[in-house]
């Protein structure tokens, strides 16, 4: 009763003001600045302090709310873009096209301004009616590249090593510590990760600015750009200075162009939610691993796996899994996954929750940027799953892992003795490398727990377990290549995965997202050296701890360099 009457107060209140708005002047185009290093969907919930010590930039679930407001403007005619300093993947530059055609469908004209564009910002610029550049200003190298530094020989400089076991070729997610080089199962991998991505690219923009593809590939080869040599190519449509823009969108009379900042209050306010039904939202991001969910005390400041990003506890993510189930006003759950993997327990006893949850109500998967390993293997009690064409997601297998450093502690004059009982610990022990016998051992365990991750596979995406080893063995996907082998259900972001989690559930299309809080969550510790120091010695105790993971190789490079 008490959340009916705050509902109505609260409905009350925002119909009067977006009342008095209707006779409040209205810019003629909307001047939108992107910038930051968005999240796909809305923080989760933060104390006091954590939005101070962590602020957020505006993510791009808030960004399409923004951009539905002004498609539902009247006295609007549209909207000038502005990317700035602003970080994203392929997979979130996919995302913002699709809200741009939205807008432009709403009867939006969509421009784009900007003093510089890297390949996520030409791609989102691409889908809009004219790219804007300033005076000055340059299109840069259009393309993907993957780096990927190998610290085999430095490391054993140091007198350390990591020794792994793993099920296939294609699982190399520890590559980087293990190698000196590149193999040629992970090139070829690398190699066809960059083609889907390039596809993707080319024939984005080929639909963005009516060219065909041979014409986006001879555009490519000709960046970076400068000036009128990018008008000339077709790279962008006119060179002007922020300050000109009016003029340029009204002709003989200057349109009145306003910042969002400025004018956003004068825009009608979505309506408050009602009470009663919702769908849960769950996450899984960063790290999978076991114990509770944590994040760094602030923004992170080195983009390294493992170390710095969050992680999602099984712990936390259980007993928000069994609220779930005992919630009646919860009809359907959407599980957003952005994750590379981590620990295979932990993996096993989130599917098991989940598994439990889907048993009484629909379960959609939504990948992120990234979902593969662990991020998949979490994945498969879902009903159905949504992914990006540009998902990075797959790598069915199973790693292991321990560190050596015994010539480390002997260069340091240090010595380093071993009482025990019963059989010795193979894991623990970081005297020496696996023995053969240890190896043995140790892949008989992971062979076990790949036996396990393709049964899952294969009873959720009803393939046979000889169709799932083929795709499997540590390959990873883009979503598109994933769609192709039976892994997805379908590519689209969280408005397709919602529209068909309210299908499954004979929900009416105005039934809310709610986020599921974090259970016994602690505040945020401040962000000072020791805070950080803590939380990095724990996480890099994660991947040569000797326990099996699930870990997209992926996971352990930032995504494709924009060139």
């Known amino acids: 009763m008490f959340s009916w009457l705050v509902y109505l107060v609260r409905l009350c209140f925002i119909s009067a003001g977006n009342l008095l708005k209707k006779g409040m002047p209205s810019p003629d185009y909307v001047f939108y600045t992107l910038q930051g290093h968005p999240a796909d969907l809305k923080a989760a919930p933060q104390s006091f302090l954590e939005k101070r010590m962590r602020p957020r930039d505006r993510s791009l679930q808030e960004i399409e709310t923004d951009f539905r407001r002004i498609a539902a403007a009247p006295g609007v005619k549209g909207i000038i873009l502005h990317p700035v300093n602003f970080t994203l993947s392929f997979s979130q530059a996919q995302s913002l096209m699709d809200m741009i055609k939205k807008l432009r469908e709403a009867g939006k004209e969509v421009f784009t301004w900007a003093a510089a564009y890297d390949t996520a910002a030409f791609c989102l610029a691409a889908a809009g009616e004219k790219i804007l550049l300033q005076e000055g200003g340059a299109v840069y190298s259009l393309g993907f590249a993957s780096r990927q530094l190998f610290m085999k020989n430095a490391l054993q400089w140091c007198g350390i090593e990591l020794d792994a076991v793993r099920v296939g070729p294609y699982k190399t997610a520890l590559d980087r510590y293990t190698h000196a080089r590149m193999s040629e199962e992970a090139r070829r991998m690398t190699e066809w990760l960059l083609d889907s991505h390039y596809k993707q690219l080319v024939e984005a923009i080929a639909r963005g600015r009516k ?13 970076p750009l400068c000036g009128e040599k990018a008008v000339n190519a077709g790279a962008v449509d006119k060179i002007i200075n922020a300050e000109d823009l009016p003029g340029y969108l009204g002709g003989s009379k200057p349109v009145r162009l306003v910042a969002w900042e400025e004018c956003s209050r004068t825009f ?5 939610l009602k009470p009663g039904k919702f769908i849960a939202l769950l996450r899984v991001e960063g790290s999978i691993v076991e114990g509770y969910s944590s994040r760094p005390p602030s923004r992170p400041p080195l983009p390294l796996p493992f170390l710095f990003n969050e992680r999602t506890g099984h712990l936390t993510f259980v007993r928000q899994a069994r609220q779930i189930r ?50 998949y293997y979490v994945a498969t009690p879902a009903l159905y799953i949504v992914a ?27 010595k380093r003795e071993t009482v025990f009982r019963g059989e010795k610990d193979l894991f623990a022990s970081t005297d020496e490398p696996f023995t053969d016998e240890e190896r043995k ?45 039976g892994l997805v259900d379908k590519l689209g972001g969280l408005e397709t995965a919602l529209s068909h989690l309210r299908d499954l559930a004979k929900l009416p299309a105005g039934t809310p997202l709610v986020e599921m809080p974090l259970p016994g969550r602690e505040t945020a510790p401040p962000p000072v050296a020791s805070s950080w120091l803590n939380y990095a010695l724990e996480g890099l105790s994660l991947p040569g701890n000797g326990r099996a993971l699930l870990v997209d190789p992926l996971f352990f490079f930032r995504p494709p360099d924009r060139e």
């Not at 009608?268 to 408050?272: G, I």
């Open 268 to 272: 009608s306010r979505p309506l408050p």
């Open 211 to 223: 060219m065909t593809t041979e014409e986006v590939g001879a555009l490519i080869e000709k960046t």
């Open 326 to 375: 005992k919630n009646r006003r919860i009809k359907a759950v959407l599980l957003y996954i952005n994750s590379g993997g981590g620990s295979a327990a932990a993996s096993e006893a989130i599917w098991a929750a989940l598994d439990k949850v889907a048993a009484q109500k629909p379960v959609v998967a939504l990948m992120g940027s990234v979902a593969g390993s662990g991020g």
């Open 441 to 485: 051992k140790a892949r008989a365990l992971i062979d076990d727990i790949y036996t396990l991750f393709i049964r899952r596979v294969s009873d959720s995406r009803s393939l046979t377990a000889e169709e799932v080893e083929n795709i499997g063995g540590g390959r990873v996907w883009t979503g598109e290549q994933a769609l192709g082998h």
């Open 388 to 414: 990006r064409p540009s998902t990075i997601t797959g790598s069915i297998g199973v790693i292991m892992a321990k560190v050596v450093d015994s010539r480390l502690l002997n260069r340091l004059l240090l």
